[in-house]
């Protein structure tokens, strides 16, 4: 099973809901008790997904029940999990149960088109981001993606296109990972390499992160 690394956890969030009875008894628990209980366990499932220990973040959603279990965040993050883990197709089938729940849930879509990038559908992987895109037209990490699956499709007019639109030095290091992935599509690695230290030195390692692990999965 691959276990590369992409840019998933960027897109988990906590949010409280609704629930059911969790505990013994007859009388329906206080819905901010839960609320707080839910954001601790995902919390936690959040701690042990960025060691990278997948197996015990599983087992710890496990001991959510009833609607704690069924909790939109709470199901993007499993899936997010078995994506790590290799298991796309459950991840997949994780992904669209949500989105046939809240076809608007931004998360789960998100993931839903990395799993397609990860696993090489590059087409299929574009289509998605560029309605995320259509969505979303600031997030500068979908754009990213629209524009690595145009350039890993050969479609590179398209790739500059929408290269043109980052700003050096902006928000975040989409165009330093441009003008990288631009020259290692030209086949000049040491320009990539310049264009990705000077990322770096700007926006520190863990500003680059989600940039860094979409290159994992670029095959060109």
Not at 60 to 65: A, S, V, Y
Not at 80 to 88: H, N
Not at 187 to 198: F, P, Q, S, Y
């Amino acid at each position: 099973m691959r276990r590369g690394v992409a840019a998933l956890c960027a897109l988990l969030c906590v949010a409280g809901a609704s629930f059911g009875q969790v505990e013994g008894g007859d009388a329906a628990p206080d819905p901010l008790v839960l609320q707080r209980r839910l954001a601790l366990v995902l919390r936690q499932v959040s701690q042990l997904y960025e060691a990278g220990d997948y197996r015990g973040a599983i087992r710890r959603l496990d001991d959510l029940q009833g609607g704690a279990a069924q909790d939109l965040s709470a199901r993007n993050l499993r899936g997010a999990i078995l994506t790590k883990l290799g298991d796309y197709n459950q991840a997949q089938q994780v992904f669209q149960a949500i989105l046939s729940a809240d076809p608007s849930y931004f998360p789960a879509a998100f993931n839903m088109a990395e799993v397609q990038y990860m696993q090489g559908d590059y087409a299929s992987a574009m289509s998605a981001f560029t309605e995320l895109r259509n969505r979303d037209p600031r997030n500068e990490l979908v754009r990213f993606k629209v524009f690595l699956c145009h350039l890993l499709l050969g479609q590179t007019d398209e790739a500059r296109g929408i290269a043109a639109g980052f700003i050096p030095a902006g928000s975040t290091p989409a165009w330093y990972y441009a003008q990288a992935m631009i020259a290692k599509k030209n086949g000049d690695g040491r320009a990539a390499d310049k264009h990705i230290k000077a990322a770096r030195e700007i926006y520190g390692s863990g500003g680059c992160k989600l940039f860094d692990e979409s290159l994992v999965f670029a095959r060109f």
